[in-house]
């Protein structure tokens, strides 16, 4: 099997970001210059005693940073790194997100983003200072990735939950329910306008982009599936990046495995399948704001009364 030392570039690039690690940082460490690593992270040659240093500064296997087999991350921000350069390179993306597919959201979605991830760090958590820097480090990442998308006009195909746009809905876009009865409502009008661009996009469907609505049982986990011209990965993850998101615990993986491959494109055949799409999975989404929009007034009526 040939070494393929631009993908360890990114590799490399991806997981140095994600240790938050500067250039010159890694570059004085290792004892090398800097435009060295430059040219590593570009794909030039790098020698294996210099891979193994590396990769021990970096906190991470020889074989992660080769991609022999799975790349595991439990830091997001390495993770969301090596997701944009996937999507950067790939001709088609298969995406299964909770409760929306972030990459089809909008730029207003985007912004308010940092705000529910900030709302799930507990006030009493001694690490939030550390869990707050991290939260701009991946959000500047989800940002470019969003931009990237739009730009490059990826062939996105994109499978959705019916229950979990239910419960986004009802809870609305919140990282805490202990807000204000005037911010819950508010959060579900958020919430509202994202489930309404969806059905607009199934029901416009523009080019590039194809949307389909599942109402049996989803996978527990998140995933998404890069098609390149030579190759294809899967990248399987716990992290959220909806209502209540998390990116501060879990495990997530990258793979071009031929098995999980295989396994995952059957997985995302058989729910495109079953999904309801077009025009009938905007009236679909709209059917369920209006059953789940008047039972969120009342709400906040009740409350506002106490």
Same mark, same amino acid.
């Given at each position: 099997?040939?070494?393929?030392?631009?993908?360890?570039?990114?590799?490399?690039?991806?997981?140095?970001?994600?240790?938050?690690?500067?250039?010159?940082?890694? @570059?004085?460490?290792?004892?090398?210059?800097?435009?060295?690593?430059?040219?590593?992270?570009?794909?030039?040659?790098?020698?294996?005693?210099?891979?193994?240093?590396?990769? !021990?500064?970096?906190?991470?296997?020889?074989?992660?940073?080769?991609?022999?087999?799975?790349?595991?991350?439990?830091?997001?921000? @390495?993770?969301?790194?090596?997701?944009?350069?996937?999507?950067?390179?790939?001709?088609?993306?298969?995406?299964?997100?909770?409760?929306?597919?972030?990459?089809?959201?909008?730029?207003?979605?985007?912004?308010?983003?940092?705000?529910?991830?900030?709302?799930?760090?507990?006030?009493?958590?001694?690490?939030?200072?550390? %869990?707050?820097?991290?939260?701009?480090?991946?959000?500047?990442?989800?940002?470019?990735?969003?931009?990237?998308?739009?730009?490059?006009?990826?062939?996105?195909?994109?499978?959705?939950? @019916?229950?979990?746009? !239910?419960?986004?809905?009802?809870?609305?876009?919140?990282?805490?329910?202990?807000?204000?009865?005037?911010?819950?409502?508010?959060?579900?009008?958020?919430?509202?306008?994202?489930?309404?661009?969806?059905?607009?996009?199934?029901?416009?469907?523009?080019?590039?982009?194809?949307?389909?609505?599942?109402?049996?049982?989803?996978?527990?986990?998140?995933? !998404?599936?890069?098609?390149?011209?030579?190759?294809?990965?899967?990248?399987?993850?716990?992290?959220?990046?909806?209502?209540?998101?998390?990116?501060?615990?879990?495990? %997530?993986?990258?793979?071009?495995?031929?098995?999980?491959?295989?396994?995952?494109?059957?997985? %995302?055949?058989?729910?495109?399948?079953?999904?309801?799409?077009?025009?009938?999975?905007?009236?679909?989404?709209?059917?369920?704001? @209006?059953?789940?929009?008047?039972?969120?007034?009342?709400?906040?009526? !009740?409350?506002?009364?106490?």
């Amino acid at each position: 099997m040939a070494i393929n030392f631009i993908e360890i570039g990114e590799r490399l690039r991806a997981y140095r970001i994600g240790a938050g690690l500067s250039p010159e940082d890694v @570059a004085q460490q290792l004892g090398i210059s800097r435009a060295a690593l430059y040219k590593y992270e570009k794909g030039g040659v790098i020698k294996l005693e210099t891979i193994e240093s590396l990769a !021990q500064l970096l906190g991470v296997s020889v074989p992660s940073l080769l991609g022999v087999g799975v790349e595991y991350f439990d830091n997001p921000v @390495a993770y969301y790194e090596r997701k944009r350069q996937l999507e950067l390179k790939a001709e088609q993306v298969i995406v299964y997100f909770e409760p929306l597919s972030f990459v089809l959201t909008s730029p207003h979605y985007v912004a308010h983003l940092r705000t529910m991830l900030i709302e799930t760090i507990p006030s009493s958590f001694t690490g939030r200072a550390a %869990a707050l820097k991290q939260i701009d480090r991946v959000m500047a990442i989800l940002e470019e990735r969003h931009a990237q998308a739009t730009s490059r006009h990826t062939n996105i195909i994109s499978l959705v939950s @019916a229950i979990q746009v !239910q419960r986004v809905l009802r809870s609305g876009l919140v990282g805490t329910y202990n807000l204000s009865a005037k911010e819950l409502d508010e959060r579900r009008k958020r919430a509202r306008a994202e489930v309404e661009r969806m059905a607009a996009l199934m029901e416009n469907e523009p080019i590039g982009v194809q949307i389909g609505v599942v109402e049996d049982t989803m996978p527990n986990q998140t995933f !998404q599936i890069f098609h390149e011209r030579e190759k294809t990965s899967v990248a399987v993850s716990p992290f959220r990046l909806g209502e209540f998101p998390n990116i501060r615990v879990g495990v %997530a993986s990258i793979t071009a495995a031929p098995d999980a491959v295989m396994l995952y494109e059957k997985l %995302a055949a058989d729910l495109w399948a079953r999904s309801i799409k077009g025009g009938s999975g905007a009236k679909f989404l709209r059917r369920l704001i @209006a059953e789940s929009w008047p039972e969120g007034s009342r709400v906040t009526m !009740q409350v506002s009364r106490k």
